[in-house]
């Protein structure tokens, strides 16, 4: 069980360089999401150059990604392995993040992390899987940015990261990471079956606002402009969408025996190719991002197909491609995010990236 251990704030932060805006006054930002990265060798496909192409195309998409954003930080996006699989061992664990952060570490990168459902799946029947055991080997990675958490909070890698101006020590954004948590458990910490996809709990989102309350005081009384990373969506993306009982003509997704028609004007860019997947119910997150008034956007995960941005109560609400191959999804890619020094707004866009191999994966 994900639980803290905020000490670590001031453990890794002192070795830890502070992100700054270029000289331009940008600050460039790869979002890379579900992954999914295991080690070929645990594949039993029968044809073992399958997962082996499955690697090397997610490999590739991380490069080519990093390559074509040139960015100041990389965030992995959750569901940066696929922590299911029974196969896992701790060596496979190590061998996974290491393969996954390489062209990362290779270049020098700052690297954030925040986590999905699927991370730390498996931890029941292999507690070496938990997320605090990722974050350890993460931090073993001299640029990375983060911690467990920042407060004594639920859940692990619930922190934030200040942009400091180009030319001073002042906090012009801030980049909150928060742990989504991952299915529905009870008070044995075992997920209840069929119960549906965890949410941000309550002690996770006072920490934001006291937290964002100190940046506002610290900046004369103005919210200081942040985005946001986390894997799972909140609840209020299905806001957007009207649901249909059974087929209908224009419908894109289906979800409980309806289909999803997004209403109209709701996306103001990219595809709705699948229905979103949040909590069922839990709808407090958002509210305190409204309330607290320093949220610019916020980007999700999880739908690896959806790319859309859209805008609720002035928030935009930005989904990323998945970028790994040992999982669905028709097309892979990450997502370019770049803020501005003086300014509260911000540019991004979808990347796509190229197959290099023919095999049918």
Request: charged content about 30%; proline content about 5%; aromatic content about 10%.
């Amino acid at each position: 069980m994900a639980t803290g251990y905020p000490t670590s704030l001031s453990y890794f932060r002192s070795r830890q360089k502070p992100l700054r805006f270029r000289d331009d006054g940008t600050f460039r930002i790869l979002h890379l999401s579900d992954i999914h990265e295991v080690s070929p060798e645990m594949d039993d496909d029968e044809n073992p150059e399958i997962p082996k192409a499955c690697s090397a195309e997610t490999v590739n998409v991380i490069e080519q990604c990093i390559e074509r954003t040139q960015p100041d930080l990389v965030v992995f996006g959750g569901d940066n392995i696929s922590g299911y699989w029974e196969e896992y061992t701790y060596d496979y664990l190590v061998e996974t993040i290491n393969k996954i952060t390489e062209p990362v570490r290779r270049r020098g990168i700052p690297l954030a992390v925040v986590f999905g459902n699927h991370d730390s799946e498996g931890e029941e029947k292999r507690p070496f899987i938990r997320r605090e055991n990722h974050i350890n080997l993460y931090a073993e990675y001299e640029n990375f940015r983060g911690c467990y958490n920042e407060e004594d909070v639920f859940g692990c890698g619930n922190y934030s990261l200040p942009v400091l101006a180009h030319d001073s020590e002042k906090t012009v954004w801030n980049i909150w990471c928060i742990d989504s948590n991952d299915y529905i458990r009870d008070e044995n910490h075992q997920v209840i079956h069929g119960a549906g996809y965890a949410y941000v709990h309550d002690d996770q989102i006072a920490w934001y606002e006291r937290k964002a309350a100190k940046l506002r005081e610290e900046n004369g009384g103005i919210p200081v402009p942040a985005i946001l990373f986390q894997h799972i969506p909140v609840h209020q993306e299905l806001d957007l969408f009207d649901f249909i009982e059974g087929e209908t003509e224009g419908g894109r997704m289906n979800k409980n025996g309806c289909t999803l028609v997004p209403k109209e004007g709701a996306i103001l860019e990219g595809l709705a190719r699948e229905a979103p997947c949040p909590p069922e119910e839990n709808r407090k997150q958002f509210e305190s991002w409204k309330k607290t008034g320093d949220i610019v956007a916020a980007f999700f995960g999880h739908d690896h197909i959806n790319t859309f941005i859209a805008e609720l109560d002035g928030i935009k609400l930005i989904q990323t491609i998945g970028a790994g191959y040992h999982t669905y999804g028709n097309e892979r890619g990450g997502r370019l995010i770049v803020l501005h020094e003086n300014s509260r707004d911000f540019d991004t866009e979808t990347l796509i990236v190229e197959r290099i191999t023919d095999l049918d994966i």
